[in-house]
């Protein structure tokens, strides 16, 4: 049954594949030479199947987790250095028709308030996202054909592309709407979006069925199915997600990591990046009612093993995630963050108070603004990064992997993020954020290999500090 280059959610995520994956990994976790030797090939850079990858999950022997860890650390290193991509979520509506069990949009949810942006109020958010210092959205939204259709979606990024609000500019749109048809796809990739984000939520159909019991969502086929869709589509950067705590994780990351295979395997081209969001709590929702949450040091060993397993994957950590367990994953293969994020609709240029109803899509445990979460990052030795150069250079997809396949990031992604933490540091850092800042990236140019490339990156960047934008490699 189990084929990784049919087009059949059922077959290219076998239920059966998974089960047997499972009961592989429970019979070998203790198997030191199988680990070791799986270990070895990660250290190659080859990357890990499923199989392979689910061995070193169920391993539970402390030092072989420690050699996870440094692996992941290294590969962290060696492809993305210390850069960590920003990022903000942009709500647009929360008007749902579905009927997702976890999630406060669903359809019965009377109390939430919903809430669908004009073009006016987009325009305020982008606003007030800019002046913050943010240069790449994730757009969010419920799935709602009368009230949220792709036109819509299509008229917002239109919206959020054309305005340029002092030094501002929102350069990268990515999209995280529901599943939808080719021809939307296609429409996506014509306005210019970066990646299109699409969380699976769970893998195991059955359950999938059950958690998502009506609305067009209800389509595990469909839904599971989407991000071939989006590829016939023309948009070749997909972003890939489950919501753990939802199903068994060690599901759930098999699945995962067999849809990475299987977009390889049909498209030339993994997933752009992978989300790593766990279940929290919302507007009628009780984390506790499900009985899958995973631990922190769970979690952090599915991040470092996501990292050695598909090395050229971007990963993603929201503010879901505390400042304690973003600084315990981080080096463990994150690349890229979201900063000072507001859940609810309107909520950048007028946050909610505590007594109004909330349009909140869930509680956000990373508070801070974006000027501190910069500040901490830099003070840790990563470079915070608003880098948009690949997609808007056209080099997306398989373009851009062979760019982090030929660890050119050193010479082109690492002079991009110090020239767009340098726009930063100018138009929207406080002072002690600034001076940090610009002793970091005096540091940071010294690593640039390339003699020419070293020159040109510290010339744009003395051009920045004389009020010139948007210089890119
Ligand atoms: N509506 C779109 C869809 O159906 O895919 C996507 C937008 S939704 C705003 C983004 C994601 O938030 C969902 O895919 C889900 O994984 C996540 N989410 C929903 N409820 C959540 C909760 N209670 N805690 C954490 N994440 C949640």
Known sequence: MY???????????????????????????????????ILNKARERKGLNHREASVLLACDMEDKIQEMYDLAKQIKEDYYGNRIVMFAPLYLSNYCVNGCVYCPYHLKNKHIARKKLTQEEVAKEV??????????????????????????ILECIDTIYSIKHKNGAIRRVNVNIAATTVENYRKLHDAGIGTY??????????????????????????????????????????????????????????????????????????????????LKRADDIDPDTFDNGIDDDTFAKICALIRISVPYTGMIISTRESQ?????VLPLGVSQISGASRTSVGGYAEPETEEEVTSAQFDVSDNRTLDEVVNWLMKMGHIPSFCTACYREGRTGDRFMTLCKNMQILN???????MTLKEYLEDYAS???????????????????????????????????????????
Do not use: W
């Open 3 to 37: 084929d990784v280059k049919s087009l059949k959610a059922e077959e290219f995520i076998s239920d059966e594949e998974i089960l047997e994956t499972l009961a592989y990994a429970d019979a070998n976790k203790e198997n030191v030479e199988l680990i070791d030797a």
């Open 431 to 473: 002072p002690e954020t600034k001076e940090i800042g610009n002793k970091l990236i005096e540091q940071e140019l010294e690593k640039i290999p390339n003699p020419k490339v070293k020159a040109t990156a510290t010339e744009y960047i003395h051009n920045i500090a004389d009020g010139k934008r948007d210089f890119r490699f």
């Open 412 to 418: 082109c992604c690492h002079p991009n993020a110090l």
């Open 324 to 328: 304690a367990v973003r600084e315990k």
């Open 127 to 152: 606003i007030a996202l800019q002046d913050m210092g943010h240069k790449r959205l994730a757009i969010e939204a419920g799935e709602d054909p009368v009230n949220n259709p792709i036109e819509y």
């Open 197 to 278: 984000i699409l969380f699976q939520e769970t893998y195991n159909k059955k359950s999938y069925e059950e958690l998502h019991p009506t609305g067009p969502k209800h389509d595990y086929a469909y839904h599971t199915e989407a991000m071939d869709r989006a590829m016939e589509g023309g948009i070749d950067d997909v972003g890939l997600g489950v919501l753990f705590g939802l199903e068994l994780y060690r599901y759930e990351f098999a699945g995962l990591l067999m849809h990475a295979e299987h977009l390889e395997a049909v498209h030339g081209v993994g997933p752009h990046t992978i989300s790593v969001p766990r």
